[in-house]
């Protein structure tokens, strides 16, 4: 899967980050530059908001300046609002920011994102965690 870019929901990163979760082995394979993260402003900000109220401010800020720093994570500004979720508009940044990177993936456990799936244009690919283990990372 390497270079692949990915967008990661906020409520799959948090998941992902427990040593002891089922859906480590997608963050190991962030670590191990298996794929590309695509962070913007806004999904950065929310990263940082849910992992502080779930842990502590000191976490949140090493979260956020390890993947400010991380060679593959891929920062973009969208340009463009597609405004394709309606049912939670606080969904689009991740679509997006999944439109201005080219990512090939979203990944995201929340059911807003299956109005994507009859968008003609721009078609998003939307992946479950284990869909994505599945398929990219292996168990």
Same mark, same amino acid.
């Given at each position: 899967?390497? &270079? @692949? ?11 992902? !980050?427990?040593? *002891? ?9 962030? !670590?191990?530059? @298996?794929?590309? !993260? ?6 950065? /900000? ?15 800020? &090493? ?10 994570? *891929? ?5 463009? @609002?597609?405004? !394709?979720?309606?049912? &939670?508009?606080? /969904?689009? *940044? #991740? ?6 990177? &080219? ?6 456990? /929340? ?6 799936? *009859?968008?003609? #244009? ?7 965690? /284990? ?9």
């Amino acid at each position: 899967m390497d &270079n @692949r870019p990915v967008v990661i929901d906020t409520n799959c990163l948090i998941q992902m !980050l427990s040593k *002891k979760s089922p859906y480590r082995p997608i963050w190991d394979a962030f !670590l191990g530059k @298996r794929f590309i !993260l695509c962070v913007s402003n806004e999904i950065l /900000d929310e990263y940082q908001e849910i992992i502080e109220e779930q842990t502590t401010t000191q976490i949140a800020e &090493n979260v956020i300046l390890f993947l400010m720093n991380c060679s593959n994570v *891929k920062y973009v500004d969208p340009h463009f @609002r597609l405004q !394709l979720i309606t049912a &939670n508009p606080d /969904d689009n *940044k #991740f679509v997006d920011c999944a439109f201005a990177s &080219n990512a090939d993936y979203i990944v995201s456990e /929340d059911t807003h994102f299956d109005v994507l799936s *009859k968008t003609p #244009f721009p078609a998003f690919s939307i992946l479950t965690m /284990d869909e994505f283990i599945k398929t990219f990372v292996g168990t």
